[in-house]
């Protein structure tokens, strides 16, 4: 390294300027990002420049050895995939294994470009004559597991060790990942592809796997509508209206949601009846104090809101989930484009409450 000069002069860092706080080029690249929902993610400036110039616009420079959880955040607001291409060697491996739980964090489908015939982007571009677009590096991309399981295996000579550490490094990512629905579809990727058990994914998310089959719903929201329901007539008239049946996942409570909205028109089960129900009678203490406590104190128009905005809320969820399966088995990338941009949609209805 005597003779050639440094890859990078880096700025120093200031009170205003922190590196892991911006992503170089997002300015630039923001809306190429978006129309691709996807973003190249490499280290340096001149890797920047030379893919955004070579024609993958759709690209960002963390300017460090690995991406903060900053940067993560920043990506997650502009897109939903994001694939790593740091520099293939050693260090740019490494670089890429802390950087992947930190990006899963957020919520991200992550997936790395690695070329070992070349050092790093910037001479990428230049072997393939300046003329790269981002097909090219989703062709030539590999999910994190691929990229982790040949990280450990190179790097531990006992395979068993290996797949140990390999393991431990994928629970450890998975497990921690925010979003529900994204945690839920790589931790089944994970148990098929290790054949080993949920429940070393559950880690700190345990209560939610359990309380929800596919969804972070809380069940006692569904009481809580049979409660009001049972607790005046008025009201179950436009909880029934208001609500589908397809809200309810908790399949017990939605027997009694049916059969309820059916004996408001005549054409159901007494509603002392259901109180007697086998269906309900592990909830039939509680429902029952709520009943009294409604018929006493009458949910306001803003008790009935929340309800409704929760369900509507989970409605949208379950159609994400529905989504993110189909395109988990799409195999056409205009598909899978065109059930992203649902999927995009979908969320911003929950962000924007419309």
Request: with cysteine; proline share 3%.
């Amino acid at each position: 390294m005597k003779d050639e000069n440094p890859k990078y002069l880096n700025t120093q860092e200031t009170p205003v300027f922190k590196k892991g706080n911006f992503l170089y080029g997002l300015h630039i690249s923001k809306q190429h990002v978006s129309q691709k929902n996807a973003m190249i993610l490499v280290e340096g400036y001149m890797d920047f420049i030379s893919m955004y110039k070579a024609g993958a616009a759709n690209v960002c420079a963390q300017l460090g050895t690995a991406c903060t959880p900053e940067q993560a955040k920043l990506i997650k607001k502009a897109c939903e995939k994001v694939v790593i291409m740091y520099d293939s060697d050693e260090a740019g491996r490494n670089a890429t294994m802390r950087s992947i739980p930190i990006l899963l964090k957020e919520g991200l489908i992550v997936s790395i470009f690695s070329n070992r015939e070349v050092k790093d982007p910037d001479e990428l571009v230049n072997k393939m004559n300046y003329s790269l677009d981002y097909s090219f590096i989703e062709k030539g991309r590999t999910d994190f597991l691929e990229f982790a399981e040949k990280f450990f295996n190179e790097k531990e000579e006992d395979k068993m060790l290996a797949k140990k550490h390999f393991v431990n490094f994928v629970i450890d990512s998975v497990k921690n990942i925010e979003d529900d629905v994204i945690r839920d579809l790589y931790a089944k990727g994970v148990m098929e592809k290790l054949k080993i058990s949920d429940k070393f994914l559950r880690g700190g998310k345990k209560e939610k796997i359990e309380e929800r089959p596919d969804l972070n719903i809380n069940p006692s929201i569904y009481h809580e509508i049979i409660a009001i329901m049972l607790s005046e007539n008025g009201l179950c008239k436009r909880l029934c209206s208001d609500i589908e049946e397809s809200d309810f996942l908790d399949l017990p409570m939605k027997g009694v949601f049916i059969s309820l909205c059916n004996s408001i028109e005549g054409k159901g089960d007494n509603i002392d009846l259901l109180i007697k129900n086998d269906t309900i009678k592990n909830f039939k203490d509680y429902i029952i104090g709520r009943m009294t406590y409604y018929s006493e104190n009458k949910p306001d128009d803003k008790k009935i809101s929340e309800i409704l905005e929760i369900i509507r809320e989970r409605r949208i969820k379950k159609r994400i989930a529905d989504i993110d399966i189909k395109i988990k088995n799409a195999s056409d990338e205009e598909e899978k484009d065109r059930l992203m941009q649902m999927r995009v949609l979908m969320v911003k209805k929950i962000k924007g409450g419309n």
